[in-house]
């Protein structure tokens, strides 16, 4: 993961002001914009010494802007900014307006927790080991080279310790490497955990609570002890895969506009969310119909299964607690991405508020994905076949042990999918000699996958045919006896979902159960309302009890759907400060005043979630497991959309 650290300090204000600025109010912030705002932040007379920036973000801009704007006219372009302020433990949110130089908001909390900042990574990582009680902990178990002991920041939840709520905190979880750069999680020092103070840079105690052997599954396995290549031991009969667009891309990108063949969209960044797709439309002729106005991966939660003491208290909110954005990967061509590649770059700004690039975060490009539709009609042998391409939309993002890849995915005719690629590395676990676990699975000596899950709630701010929607939950069902004179039939059964209670729903795959999303004003050509249907892939519901802490914090995670109308400030499905929150924020909270949702401007927040029963294959690095959901055309269009697909210039 390559990074390059760019001084915005030595930038002249005078420049920035008069720096070429966006062209559209979606427009993700130019590093000269977060430059700005920062450079006024710093210069404003409540900045403190001991002020860090957790986040630089777009302000949203209202959607009237958005819908009103025409090319060359003016909007405000505001900067939001989170910081944390190291001295007295208070949280900061600014407002930073660009266009006038000022501050409209600069506004102290208090009890809550940004996210972790990334720079937290690497200085608690120092402190700790620099304790002298962390490393008296670690003599004990014959580790004296520090330098080869690794910390993972976990964040520290809230389980009713009342420092949990009184000091920005991690749980550092210990590996240690037997060779510098080898794979370290195939050696967790298990049995201790450090709870540490990220304000003050201090260890506030070490939870020493067994002495566990290090597992030796590098040695076991000696092809993975130096990396993650098996030396010598690659596959030899893989011949060379080109992908060849002689012209070029079907695509053109300009700026943050995307525009192939019928799908236009905006791609957007945030600090937190990464990739997020705004204003997506779809163009027959001259009818540019939205579908959706804003669509990213709102939050994740991964609470892990495992009774004991070191794993039971990890449950990562991926989005909200460690930000995507800021994690995102710098993506390689021929690696990450195949064929005619479109890159954009993204950046954030670190603790001092300095801008840090990410090259290449953002991959665009098209694939073949087969055959679109085919028929041979068996009487004459007359065959008519179209193959299909989809545009993709992607980036990854490195939280600790796990690699995270976002893809979305137009298609030809008309769908829209989001997939989720889980890859990276087990956060592993010890076992004692002779011990056993039934919470994960052994991997080798001592060493052990501990059992978790994985919640993506994905926000999607729907726009079908215009803002004014409905969500109906379509179960298929037997017909009713009287109908039903040879048992065969069955049908599709409608309900429209009218509240925010109401439409806290789950999968029922059974029941063949969809959602669909309808206009509440347009027709197709049969009369009834244009739509798109949101079909589940898989997932599953949280095992914790009612009792558990995650319950609280994460309780998005236990309805499948839920529909809010729109609000600008509800964003975060675990409230906007998961970090060490005590819980019930975000859906929960709103949707307990039960608001209309029928024929209005509706947001839909999609839970997915992935069992994760480990197992050996996902050992030492965990071959992609996929997860997604499809939003389909249902009414959408008058006869298939894809009937006008030419055929392929090179059958024979
Ligand atoms: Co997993």
Redesign the pocket.
């Known amino acids: 993961m390559a990074r390059f650290v760019v001084g915005c300090q030595t930038v002249d204000m005078t420049d920035l002001i008069e720096a070429p600025t966006a062209t559209h109010p979606l427009d993700r912030l130019s590093e000269a914009e977060s430059a700005a705002a920062v450079s006024m932040i710093r210069s404003h007379d409540r900045f403190g010494p001991k002020m860090r920036f957790a986040s630089v973000d777009l302000r949203l801009p209202a959607k009237d802007v958005v819908h009103g704007y025409v090319t060359g006219s003016s909007f405000d372009r505001q900067v939001e900014v989170v910081m944390f302020d190291a001295g007295d433990g208070s949280t900061h949110e600014i407002v930073v307006e660009l266009n006038s130089n000022t501050i409209p908001v600069w506004e102290r909390l208090e009890g809550v927790q940004p996210s972790i900042i990334i720079d937290e990574f690497g200085e608690s990582q120092q402190a700790i080991r620099d304790d002298p009680d962390f490393q008296a902990a670690m003599a004990k178990r014959g580790i004296t080279d520090m330098s080869l002991v690794v910390i993972d920041p976990w964040s520290a939840g809230n389980y009713g310790d009342p420092i949990e709520s009184s000091q920005r905190l991690i749980r550092g979880l210990v590996w240690v490497h037997e060779q510098p750069g080898d794979n370290h999680y195939a050696r967790p020092i298990d049995g201790i955990m450090v709870i540490f103070d990220l304000a003050e840079q201090k260890v506030v105690r070490i939870e020493d609570e067994r002495v566990l052997p290090v597992p030796t599954a590098s040695v076991e396995s000696a092809e993975w002890a130096t990396g993650f290549t098996p030396e010598g031991r690659e596959r030899t009969d893989v011949r060379p895969l080109e992908i060849i667009q002689s012209e070029g891309p079907s695509f053109t990108v300009t700026g943050d506009q995307l525009s192939w063949q019928k799908w236009d969209l905006r791609v957007g960044w945030s600090t937190r969310e990464g990739l997020v797709i705004n204003t997506v439309t779809y163009t027959e002729g001259d009818d540019v119909r939205p579908v959706l106005y804003r669509a990213s991966l709102a939050e994740m939660t991964?609470p892990y299964g495992d009774p004991s003491s070191t794993q039971a208290r990890k449950n990562a909110f991926d989005v909200g607690e460690y930000g995507m954005g800021m994690l995102a990967n710098s993506l390689t061509l021929g690696c990450d991405c195949l064929g005619e590649i479109h890159y954009l770059d993204a950046h954030f700004c670190n603790a001092a508020g300095d801008v840090v690039q990410i090259p290449q975060a953002i991959c665009i490009h098209e694939e073949d994905f087969g055959i679109s539709w085919k028929h041979t009609d068996f009487q004459s042998e007359a065959t008519e076949v179209r193959r299909l391409r989809r545009l993709v939309v992607s980036f990854i993002a490195t939280v600790g042990n796990?690699e995270y890849g976002i893809y979305w995915y137009f298609y030809q005719d008309g769908r829209i999918e989001n997939e989720i690629k889980?890859t990276g590395m087990?956060s592993t676990a010890a076992l004692d000699t002779g011990e056993t676990t039934d919470y994960g699975v052994k991997l080798g000596d001592h060493l052990y996958g501990p059992n978790?899950?994985?919640f993506f709630c994905t926000r999607l701010d729907m726009a079908v045919d215009g803002n004014a929607n409905r969500v109906v939950e379509v179960d298929t069902v037997p017909a009713p006896a009287d109908e039903n004179p040879w048992g065969n039939a069955f049908r599709g059964q409608r309900t429209v979902l009218t509240s925010e209670q109401d439409a806290q729903r789950r999968i029922d795959p059974l029941a063949a159960r969809y959602w669909k999303v309808e206009s509440s004003d347009r027709t197709n050509k049969m009369g009834t309302p244009t739509g798109y249907k949101l079909i589940a892939g898989e997932n599953c519901l949280p095992f914790a009890t009612e009792e558990s802490s995650i319950r609280a914090r994460a309780g998005y995670m236990w309805n499948h759907l839920w529909v809010t109308p729109y609000n600008e400030d509800e964003l975060w499905p675990a409230g906007k400060y998961p970090n060490q929150s005590a819980g019930g924020e975000g859906l929960p909270a709103w949707t307990a005043a039960d608001r209309p949702i029928d024929d209005t401007d509706v947001v839909v927040w999609y839970t997915m979630g992935?069992n994760?029963l480990?197992s050996l294959e996902?050992w030492p690095v965990?071959p992609v497991?996929s997860i997604g959901f499809t939003l389909k055309p249902s009414g959408f269009f008058d006869y298939s959309p894809a009937m006008d697909l030419p055929p392929s210039s090179h059958c024979h």
Do not use: E, G, I, K
């Open positions: 991964v796990y889980l087990l978790h899950q994985h992935h994760h480990t996902d965990m497991a």
